[in-house]
């Protein structure tokens, strides 16, 4: 069983250039280096017709997890994170994402919709959250979901960064 939830940030930039952030490479590089105290890295970028895929590799280290994870893990976990950002239409669209915590029960996934205009942007997260731990899934997963929240407003945080310092 998974625990939904939903999460809202809002990025002080206009959602064009929000947008242009997503589908460059050297944003999700910024991202991924930045975002957790111990640096990832982008695997794999494609950009295509006006939208992109990354794929980044990234390190959570035990600190910024939830205590009851920490508890049954002794080292930073590795994220594998996709994300495909399809093309800007109308000032709006939806990204979806999953992510696969290597060599553990737990993996999340979602969709992101991206509503803005020429001052603000909306990013309303929908996630899943899955702990496949017979019994003690279902009471860590609202904790790995908030620790999620955390994670989506420093994010956004970073993108307000790199968007009024690169474009």
Same mark, same amino acid.
């Given at each position: 069983?998974?625990?939904?939830?939903?999460?809202?940030?809002?990025?002080?930039?206009?959602?064009?250039?929000?947008?242009?952030?997503?589908?460059?490479?050297?944003?999700?590089?910024?991202?991924?280096?930045?975002?957790?105290?111990?640096?990832?890295?982008?695997?794999?970028? $494609?950009? #295509?017709?006006? !939208?992109?895929? %990354?794929?980044?590799?990234?390190?959570?280290?035990? =600190? &910024?997890?939830?205590?009851?994870?920490?508890?049954?893990?002794?080292?930073?976990?590795?994220?594998?994170?996709?994300?495909?950002?399809?093309?800007?239409?109308?000032?709006?669209?939806?990204?979806?994402?999953?992510?696969?915590?290597?060599?553990?029960?737990?993996?999340?996934?979602? $969709?992101? #919709?991206?509503? !803005?205009?020429? %001052?603000?942007?909306?990013?309303?997260?929908?996630? =899943? &959250?899955?702990?496949?731990?017979?019994?003690?899934?279902?009471?860590?997963?609202?904790?790995?979901?908030?620790?999620?929240?955390?994670?989506?407003?420093?994010?956004?945080?970073?993108?307000?960064?790199?968007?009024?310092?690169?474009?």
């Amino acid at each position: 069983m998974a625990t939904r939830t939903e999460n809202t940030i809002t990025i002080n930039q206009p959602v064009g250039k929000v947008h242009q952030a997503l589908t460059t490479e050297a944003y999700w590089a910024y991202i991924a280096e930045n975002l957790s105290p111990e640096a990832g890295e982008v695997n794999e970028f $494609t950009a #295509a017709d006006g !939208g992109a895929t %990354a794929t980044l590799f990234e390190v959570l280290p035990l =600190e &910024v997890l939830p205590e009851a994870v920490r508890a049954m893990i002794s080292q930073a976990l590795k994220v594998k994170r996709v994300l495909t950002v399809p093309a800007l239409t109308n000032n709006a669209t939806t990204v979806e994402y999953n992510a696969d915590v290597k060599g553990t029960p737990v993996d999340f996934k979602g $969709t992101i #919709a991206i509503n !803005g205009d020429d %001052a603000a942007t909306t990013f309303d997260y929908s996630n =899943e &959250v899955s702990v496949n731990i017979p019994f003690m899934g279902p009471a860590i997963e609202p904790k790995v979901a908030d620790a999620l929240g955390e994670l989506f407003a420093n994010e956004g945080a970073l993108t307000e960064k790199w968007i009024s310092e690169n474009l």
